[in-house]
């Protein structure tokens, strides 16, 4: 097949050529796009081998025009051209390389487009001549430029029915001046977009905010534009009154706006777009990434030593998502990376859990890891000692050694620091991330070892890798994470013993309970029971993992939604935990049953009990650990925030996070302006928020692969992923078919329904109240050992984790059944 229609081809396809695969994108994804097909390259292949053609031909863009088609080829693609004339005057055909738009050479340009096709002559000459601009002088020295290595001759070409555009332009979502990414730029003007493309008019100018929709205009003198003529295309005056007067209304501006939002939500980062209006309809013609952003991003950023430089792309990255969510804020990555690289060696030396961890660094804010090849194998007795007493070990560490220091955090936080104290309590709270994170992998790794072990012997003895029952057979112990939400649930239930507070709970918006509770008494007396939990229990922040969100502490806002949500699911906690230790209780008696060797029993018998005691360690550590240094080291860190912005520093305290420690230290005692930097990371963050980081870097082996993903969960989308069908880790058991519902961040959590089924890139302790609602889960990122999995099982809920594509697979109100049990999504119906 060489031509396939924008609507029916795979969005993946590397047979249509960038272009191609952007407008292909766009389709699929309902943004108006005029219909069209894409010649995909292997068309040119094809032509090229009939004529007895190769790359290194003499005069080969000659050689090309004067080719000619077999009938094959020939018929194909004329039918698909009448097809397409049935619904258009004319149509456009545009060069779409496998080189063209990709990040850092976007070949602007370089290639060909020819407007206002009608006849078939016409149509087959200008394919040959996009084909033919593949090997143009000018091409070959632009590739040289930019190091692009692709040789093989993988242009596709774009056909497309030509909107007669009343007004046309481009949009850059991000601000190419400023580079401010809440700015977006509209260059218009009247007739087909050529103009305004090639430079032939100074266009009206837009630069609109994305937030408040505020629009700073300048008018630009649109001297000509262009319109289809009965052959090709006419060149004319605008009249004075054109010229007098702004192309687009405020309307239409507002539209392009959301229109460009919408497009830089789907490719999760800035581009830029060319649309068409015609017969007051918005059209939308091309879209691909800003090319320069990853340039001046570099010159913007300076390098620090845990940054992957481009000689590291040589070795192998893993993302280290499934355990860190998102991109970190560069304070935090001054603290975090070298804690995560001090500690893992230090254990994993001591306790060898079968990876090696040799650096980690940053790379566009993600913290990845980069890992030995070869594994090595912990010693058959490595930590046997510890095993009968890892929760008592674990809880004994928390007590000598991170509750002091909390204690210590809070301190500091009530006081006037001078910059002197300030900088030496923050140098110490640097220093305390080391140990922190030593002792963190030092209750951790042990605990792998022991379920690692216990997970051997029930493989060996049930003769088969499923590994879902085997989970299931630890759930049912409490820990921090469930006695959280107990606390809440038992909230819920004295909500619903008094009438007035059920009536609030269940009827008001949650952005409005707050201030609803403070105007009664009574409301004001369970707001204080809420705070005084949240003393000892809202010491984890919204983004866990990091220093830029709020903390459950500083806020009654995260823990009252929690509540209503019991409120108003009537979900019994006590009921359902009981539900959960039966079925775990079950599937050990059946499991033990089936063992015949009473030696044998007694040996699985007395590793289980230990694995079972120490299965709260994975919250716990989490609740004491990861989330509550973070939160106690927030509320610290903001005192140090507002002695900066009282110093000019920076403008406000939690502009802090956008500078690196040594800034930090260095503007305590000599204050220098680090406003604009900040703020130039504040915008190059939220970038790296939109931005899909790859799971890995560099050229991996397949046993580095391999072992990657017993770490992580799947680095890859499995290869036998249809339309239809996706496939990850089956992480808890069951079966369950509902609607879908997208969940990117905490700000969408109202968005979601009793009987969805939740889709998301990862869950952290913050999404647990969405699991008391959900048929299942399904997760882009993660293995049988993430946050998802434990509360999915917890929850009694099927489970399909480490998909790397439900997030861009599946949309809301698709009708899909999760097999928790196989690992598959099969999609019924699409919405």
């Given at each position: ?208 905010h994305k937030g408040s929709f505020e629009i700073q205009k300048e ?556 048929k299942a889960i399904i997760t882009d990122t993660g293995g049988i ?47």
């Amino acid at each position: 097949m060489y031509s396939v229609l924008f609507r029916q081809a795979e969005e993946s396809s590397q047979l249509a050529g960038a272009k191609g695969m952007n407008l292909i994108k766009l389709t699929k994804h309902g943004l108006p796009v005029p219909d069209g097909f894409i010649i995909q390259t292997n068309a040119l292949a094809r032509f090229m081998e009939d004529n007895q053609l190769h790359d290194s031909s003499e005069n080969i863009e000659n050689a090309i025009i004067a080719g000619t088609f077999s009938d094959e080829i020939k018929n194909e693609l004329t039918s698909s051209f009448y097809e397409l004339r049935e619904s258009y005057h004319s149509v456009a055909v545009r060069s779409s390389s496998a080189s063209e738009d990709l990040e850092g050479a976007s070949f602007a340009g370089q290639y060909e487009t020819y407007l206002n096709i009608k006849t078939e002559e016409e149509f087959l000459n200008k394919v040959k001549e996009c084909w033919a601009s593949f090997f143009s002088g000018r091409v070959s020295r632009y590739k040289k430029k930019m190091n692009n290595q692709i040789a093989e001759p993988l242009m596709g070409v774009v056909v497309q029915g030509l909107i007669n555009s009343d007004i046309s332009g481009v949009i850059f979502s991000q601000n190419p001046v400023t580079h401010d990414d809440r700015e977006l730029l509209i260059s218009a003007s009247y007739g087909l977009g050529e103009a305004v493309v090639s430079g032939s008019v100074t266009p009206d100018t837009y630069i609109v905010h994305k937030g408040s929709f505020e629009i700073q205009k300048e008018m630009g003198l649109k001297e000509i534009y262009m319109e289809s003529a009965a052959e090709g295309i006419a060149e004319k005056e605008t009249s004075e009154d054109m010229r007098s007067r702004f192309c687009l209304t405020d309307e239409q501006v507002i539209e392009l706006t959301e229109l460009t939002k919408k497009t830089e939500a789907l490719y999760g980062f800035p581009v830029d777009l060319e649309f068409g209006i015609a017969n007051h309809k918005l059209y939308l013609l091309q879209a691909r990434p800003i090319t320069t952003i990853e340039q001046d991003k570099k010159a913007a950023e300076e390098e620090r030593n845990f940054m992957i430089t481009d000689k590291d792309m040589d070795d192998f990255w893993l993302n280290m998502e499934s355990n860190i969510e998102g991109p970190v804020s560069p304070l935090f990555s001054s603290f975090i990376v070298p804690a995560l690289e001090y500690g893992l060696k230090k254990s994993m030396r001591q306790f060898p859990i079968g990876v090696i961890v040799d650096e980690v660094k940053v790379y566009r804010g993600h913290i990845y890891s980069k890992n030995q090849g070869g594994q090595q194998l912990p010693p058959e007795d490595s930590a046997e000692e510890l095993f009968p007493i890892l929760s008592e070990r674990m809880y004994d560490i928390i007590h000598n050694t991170y509750l002091p220091f909390y204690r210590t955090l809070d301190q500091l936080a009530q006081t006037e620091h001078t910059p002197e104290s300030a900088l030496d309590a923050f140098k110490k709270l640097k220093a305390f991330y080391l140990t922190a994170y030593e002792e963190h992998f030092n209750i951790v790794f042990p605990q792998i070892l022991l379920t690692n072990k216990l997970q051997a012997m029930y493989q060996n003895i049930q003769g088969e890798t499923e590994n879902s029952h085997f989970y299931e057979m630890l759930t049912g112990v409490m820990n921090k994470s469930l006695e959280t939400d107990r606390r809440l649930w038992q909230f819920s239930v004295e909500v619903r013993e008094n009438p007035n507070l059920t009536a609030l709970f269940e009827h008001a918006q949650p952005e409005h309970l707050l201030e609803r509770l403070e105007q009664t008494d009574e409301g004001r007396q369970f707001l204080q029971k809420v705070n005084e939990f949240l003393q000892e229990y809202g010491w984890r922040s919204v983004k866990s993992h990091d220093l830029i969100e709020q903390t459950w502490a500083e806020n009654p806002f995260y823990a009252l939604t929690h509540i209503q949500n019991y409120v108003r699911n009537g979900y019994h906690f006590d009921n359902e935990f009981k539900k959960t230790i039966k079925k775990r209780e079950k599937l050990y008696n059946e499991f033990f049953q089936s063992i015949e060797d009473p030696a044998l029993q007694k040996e699985f018998e007395r590793y289980y009990q230990w694995t079972l005691n120490s299965s709260n360690i994975k919250d716990d550590h989490h609740f004491y650990i990861d989330a509550m240094l973070d939160a106690k080291a927030r509320v610290f860190l903001l005192k140090v925030g507002e002695l900066l912005a009282e110093s000019g520093v920076i403008q406000d305290r939690e502009d802090l996070w956008f500078l690196y420690d040594d800034e930090v230290e260095n503007a305590l005692l000599h204050p220098v302006s680090l406003k604009e930097k900040a703020e130039k990371r504040r915008q190059m963050f939220h970038e790296y928020e939109l931005a899909q980081a790859p799971a890995y870097l560099g050229t991996p082996t397949e046993a580095q692969l391999k072992a990657a993903e017993e770490i992580v969960g799947a680095v890859i989308e499995d290869e036998k992923n249809t339309e239809n069908d996706i496939f990850g880790v089956a992480a808890s058991s069951g079966i369950a078919t509902g609607p879908v519902k997208v969940i990117r961040d905490a700000s969408e959590f109202s968005q979601f329904t009793p009987g969805d089924i939740l889709v998301c890139k990862m869950t952290t302790p913050l999404w647990t109240s969405l699991f008391q609602d959900a048929k299942a889960i399904i997760t882009d990122t993660g293995g049988i050992l993430s946050h998802a999995a434990i509360i999915a099982r917890e929850y009694g809920i099927p489970a399909v984790l480490g998909t790397r594509a439900a997030t861009e697979r599946l949309r809301d109100g698709d009708i899909v059944t999760v097999d928790g049990n196989s690992g598959k999504i099969t999609v019924v119906s699409r919405s």
